[in-house]
């Protein structure tokens, strides 16, 4: 079956994404962003699988393409959070973290200060990570406490 249409690709993709089938999801993916290089969702689609099968600098790079095409908020926040999480996996702290810090000029929300919040912790920056689970406290009580407590627990 030879998919020509980005819906096809897209709902294709779906499906393997949602199986977690991240190996073909990846090779399909490759094809999507061959075909339709000018697609934001090609290369985030891309960077999702890529990321499934733990190739982080693939992930990175291909999100980092889709946060640059993006034009929503919605669609910078989700590329954003998935070029840092490859960046946390990378242990580039700081480039994960300043991505998000770009963001957070933009707009928040508690997935945006929960991911601020870890990066935090993983720099080992206390004065920040009080900061961003105040502002997370402000946006999703319940989601805050709990990241807290999961905090001092270890």
Avoid: C, W
Wanted: proline content about 1%; charged content about 30%.
């Amino acid at each position: 079956m030879e998919l020509t249409k980005k819906e096809a690709f897209i709902r294709q993709l779906a499906v393997y994404i949602g199986d977690d089938d991240f190996g073909k999801a990846y090779e399909l993916a490759q094809v999507f962003v061959k075909r339709f290089p000018g697609e934001m969702l090609a290369h985030f689609l891309l960077a999702r699988a890529a990321f499934g099968i733990l190739r982080y600098e693939e992930a990175k790079s291909e999100a980092r393409k889709a946060f640059n095409m993006s034009k929503t908020y919605d669609d910078m926040l989700a590329t954003a959070l998935l070029a840092s999480t490859a960046h946390l996996e990378l242990k580039e702290y700081a480039q994960g973290y300043g991505l998000l810090k770009e963001m957070e000029k933009r707009g928040d929300s508690a997935e945006l200060q929960t991911a601020l919040a870890v990066f935090s912790l993983a720099q080992r920056d206390a004065k920040e990570l009080i900061s961003h689970l105040d502002r997370l406290h402000r946006l999703n009580e319940k989601l805050a406490l709990e990241m807290a407590m999961r905090i001092v627990k270890g």
